[in-house]
């Protein structure tokens, strides 16, 4: 294994709290627990717009909404809710989603973390990977065996406060892109964990994490298409001062040509985007297929958006006095996390064939 360089870039934190105290994180919160639930249309509609000037900041804070808050007001207990929701609603308080390991990522299932009843509580060993916000967040969704000969159906989901004792984290992940965001690994050493801060039923952890992931890749495909609408605008706004040949480069019908297919893809994803919101703040049985087709979509045009960015730019696209680089590095991350495009192809036909044979 190689050495892992270590990340440098500092942490938004400021950011989060006052995205917290403008009411931003509460979005799925329910109003007992101090937050608006106005669902996931409008939680698509911030992420998008904070993805058009940072995608960074656009993930810490979707990843804290869409998969801490929005599993633990769905599965958790009214005393669980009522002990995290409203601190991290107001944004004093971080989460992380810690799912994937070193060898389990698209294979979900696969994971090796253990987790051992004793008495009123539970012994977690194991180590996660790639974690969002490990390190920085207060409370983390960890998904562990409790049986591990009965596969998905033996995973249970925890929640783990930041300084329990036998919970560390790697040094920050120096990555491609996402720089503002943190990145790392999460181990577990005979981690103590109360029975009473396990999310849901043992053996649920699975379908948690599913479900989380369903409405979750709502927000990636939000990310993606407010990456690819910022890379536009930028691109857009150069190609009408630049001159070349004479005139703004604007002018020349090859560059109108691609500028008229770029918005009108960011479009598109935008709408299949807002399409899973609706779906999931509907609770249609698709939202499964939808969300996976969004995401797919929108990180898909995002990467296609942000590279043809560069490309406008020319050789000043290549330099980082431009801000398009840094969106096309952002971009590839929408790809690959919250399950690369090849696992939303593989959910997108595994439904269409399941909803084909319900009827
Ligand atoms: N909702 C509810 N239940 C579901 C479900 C869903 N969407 N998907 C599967 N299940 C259930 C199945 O019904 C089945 O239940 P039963 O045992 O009762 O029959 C069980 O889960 C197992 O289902 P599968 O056989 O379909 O599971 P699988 O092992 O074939 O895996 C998979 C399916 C879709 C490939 C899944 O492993 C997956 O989503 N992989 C990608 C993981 C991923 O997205 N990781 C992201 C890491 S987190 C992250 O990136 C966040 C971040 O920090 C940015």
Known sequence: MRRQPIATAPFPATLVRQAGALGLLGILTPPEYGGTRMGYLALALVVEALAAACASTALVIDVHVSTVIDPLQRFGLPEQKARWLPAMSRGERLGAFVLSEPEAGSDAAAIRTRAVRDGDTYVLDGHKTFITNAGQADVYVVFAKTAPQAGSRGITAFLVERDTPGMTFGAPMAKMGLN????????????????????????????????????????????????AQGAFDYAFAYARQRQAFGQPIVQFQGLQFLLADLITRIEAARYLTYKAAHVADQGDARLSRYAAMAKLFASETAMHVTTEAVQVLGGHGYMKAHPVERMMRDAKASQLYEGTSQIQRLVIARRLLAEHAAR
Not at 204 to 221: E, P, S, V, W
């Open 180 to 227: 503002g965001s943190a990145t790392a690994d999460v181990h577990f050493d005979r981690c103590r964990v109360p029975l009473a801060h396990r999310l849901g039923e043992e053996g649920q952890g699975f379908k948690i994490a599913m479900i989380t992931l369903d409405y979750g890749r709502i927000g990636i495909a939000a990310q993606a298409v407010g990456l």
